[in-house]
């Protein structure tokens, strides 16, 4: 068998990424079983292992997956303008503008998380990474001046994330959440935590 391309065995591990993605979302990860995510994504058993030596091991590259793109929408964000309006355009991206799937997963990912201390260790380094990419935006923006926390920022930053953890929640289960509708609340008990110096209309909040 000639050996794979760089570029194509990227091509494949995406392509094992986004069957187990929608398997584990679809069937939840105990129903799921390793040949369901091989005929999903159209391989062999042995082209599954030789990436991928287990269910704990896939859930593990979702979630550095999707640590990587949010942790890039964090990065490209500016706490130098409207605190709230970033924040707005943050739960857009990360949250709302995905595939319902995605909450259904992490949902899934979350329930694993507290009987299997492999996927447990997963999520624990994930929210840390996020967390911490949280972190800094709220402390630039403190010393920026745009803001004045009304508590320690490690302390905000935990309850944003509990909101954070709600909305996915509320998505997943909940087909009637308009987020839309939802925005101008969520900003609200944002920017009560976060007392932004300045709050510009931007279209979540209309």
Known sequence: MPKLSDAQAEQRRTRILDAAEL???????HRTTMQAICREAGISAGALYLYF???????EGLTSRDRDQILAQFAAASSDGDFLAMVGALLHHCIFSQPIEKATLCIEIGAEATRNPAIAQTMSRFDAEIRGSITQLVAQAQAAGKIAPVA???DVVLAMALIGDGLFWRRAVDPSFDPVRAMPQILSMVAAL???STSSNNEFAR
Do not use: H, N, T, W
Not at 23 to 29: I, L, P, T, W
Not at 53 to 59: G, T, V, W
């Open 53 to 59: 030596p287990s269910k704990e091991a896939l859930i």
């Open 194 to 196: 976060v007392r932004p």
């Open 152 to 154: 320690p920022v490690e």
């Open 23 to 29: 398997c584990f979302a679809r069937d939840g990860f």
